[in-house]
């Protein structure tokens, strides 16, 4: 049975970081591309950043400069460190991993960024 499970999500002020956990189990976690994606209410999910098996990076527009993207393959963990953060990133994060035609998702972490 394949599980993603994230973690670290919670309130934060703005300016402030947080760093996004999601732990993998089920899969070869080392093949598959791993995504976070976010999603707030009445708007479609986005795509956040995502790490190849091979560790090649890539960020939404918004994100870059802020956001990292890593992961842990002995782990079988991806993480998100999210800095300077800001009101409109406030959303529920959804891991997202996917290699070949398989393709699963996680739960989601809230993430709410207010003073």
């Known amino acids: 049975q394949v599980q993603l499970v994230e973690s670290g999500g919670g309130l934060v002020q703005p300016g402030g970081s947080l760093r996004l956990s999601c732990a993998a189990s089920?899969?070869?976690?080392?093949?598959?591309?791993m995504d976070w994606y976010r999603q707030t209410p009445g708007k479609q999910r986005e795509l956040v950043a995502y790490i190849s098996s091979g560790g090649s990076t890539n960020y939404a527009d918004s994100m870059k400069g802020r956001f990292a993207i890593s992961r842990d393959n002995a782990r079988n963990t991806v993480y998100l460190q999210m800095n300077s953060l800001k009101p409109e990133d406030a959303a529920v994060y959804y891991c997202?991993?996917?290699?070949?035609?398989?393709?699963?998702w996680g739960q989601g972490t809230q993430v709410t960024v207010s003073s």
């Open positions: 997202h991993a996917r290699f070949g035609g398989a393709a699963y």
């Open positions: 089920g899969i070869t976690f080392s093949l598959y591309t």
